[in-house]
């Protein structure tokens, strides 16, 4: 009776071990993997919270960046003047500047996440837990939105070893150099734009030697540029080892004898770093920086989108199981309420009746005794 009345109290048919020890080993492990889901669709409703953020922030950067551009088409056009291409830059050159600064602040739960400081091991690798055991992930890569950054190890530079002259029999081509110093780590990124072709390459991996880790950073970036109109490109291999590509003007006689090249480093949309729009074939080079910095934004927000909607799926996934295995431990820990009601009541009347007989012995006893007197 004292049992039926415990299970009916509590509700819960394994009170103690001795109730069902099997039963109340397999409801623990339930309750460990129930608890567990409930945590991770917490978790991922935060990551959905985090991307949300830093894709916010990459919508204001997208809106800047087609301003940007907007203003580099307007300063190709000879209509302006340099007084008018002056203007056009301040404004080009303030964006820029705000760009880095959104990277900069954009903030959730205390940490940057568009500077490549978040996750684990602060490499922007964002792995979120969503489910009841270890290393149940979605992982998430959010780079390194600067225009620049301090941080970068290795460093892409350019230098013009022989500016272009008027346009002539004897006019001077422009000469340009690109190479990369220092030795590359995974996460440094580099861009370059060379007339009208902009590329930006990000380190995924090293090579088995710091040498050949540069060289296939170089090898990327050459690649990445490929063909420009009018310039001509050539690679040696310095004494040390180290590569430099030479960019040269193809025509001296005919046609523009000077390009634009500059390089950045440190940041996804460093390919901007270096662009103006105060000359014509500046400009021109700065759509196509910004036209490439546009494609690396939309990139990231692509993966971003994805991302937040394989969230949403697994999260509705976690609470269905965590439903269904809320009801499989019932089904071994819940008490049978009519099952223990009839058992209390029938202990509840063999008690009764075992009370009534004792009275009715005791009954007896004192028959016999007023016999006696």
């Known amino acids: 009776m004292s049992t039926a009345m415990e299970r009916l109290s509590t509700g819960v048919r394994i009170n103690s071990a001795q109730d069902d020890a099997a039963g109340l080993a397999i409801a623990s492990k339930m309750t460990s993997q129930i608890r567990g889901l409930d945590q991770a669709v917490r978790n991922a409703n935060d990551a959905v919270s ?56 954009t903030q959730w739960n205390g940490t940057n996440i568009l500077t490549k400081q978040g996750g684990s091991n602060s490499d922007g690798i964002h792995k979120f837990q969503v489910g009841a055991n270890a290393n ?100 040696t291999t310095t004494t040390s080892g180290a590569k430099v590509q030479t960019f040269t ?11 634009n090249i500059s390089s950045g480093a440190g940041g996804l949309l460093s390919g901007i770093n270096a662009s103006s729009i105060t000359t014509a074939a500046n400009a021109n080079s700065a759509v196509a920086a910004v036209t490439t910095a546009l494609a690396t934004v939309n990139t990231g927000r692509s993966e971003m989108g994805a991302t937040m909607n394989r969230l949403q799926y697994a999260a509705d996934n976690l609470a269905n199981v965590a439903r269904n295995a809320t009801e499989s431990r019932g089904r071994v820990m819940d008490a049978d309420y009519a099952k223990e009601t009839t058992e209390l009541a029938r202990t509840q009347i063999i008690a009764q009746a075992g009370t009534a007989m004792l009275a009715q012995a005791n009954q007896m006893k004192q028959t016999v005794l007023s016999l006696l007197k």
């Open 136 to 235: 149940q992930t979605i992982d998430l890569t959010i780079g390194n939105y600067q225009t620049n950054s301090s941080s970068q190890t290795a460093v892409a530079t350019v230098a013009t070893t022989t500016s272009g002259s008027s346009q002539g029999a004897t006019a001077a081509a422009q000469v340009s150099t690109f190479k990369i110093e220092n030795d590359v780590a995974v996460g440094d990124v580099f861009s370059l734009t060379v007339g009208d072709k902009s590329f930006t390459h990000t380190v995924t991996a090293l090579a088995a030697t710091a040498v050949l880790s540069r060289d296939a950073v170089f090898n990327a970036m050459i690649a990445g540029i490929g063909t420009v109109a009018g310039v001509g490109a050539s690679e």
């Open 50 to 105: 985090l991307i949300q953020t830093a894709e916010g922030a990459l919508i204001e950067t997208s809106n800047m960046l087609q301003r940007m551009r907007e203003l580099a088409v307007q300063a190709s056009s000879d209509t302006n003047t340099l007084t008018d291409r002056t203007a056009l830059n301040q404004e080009f050159v303030s964006l820029r500047s705000e760009i880095n600064r959104v990277a900069q602040n």
């Open 249 to 259: 003007a193809s025509s001296t006689a005919f046609g523009s004898n000077s390009f």
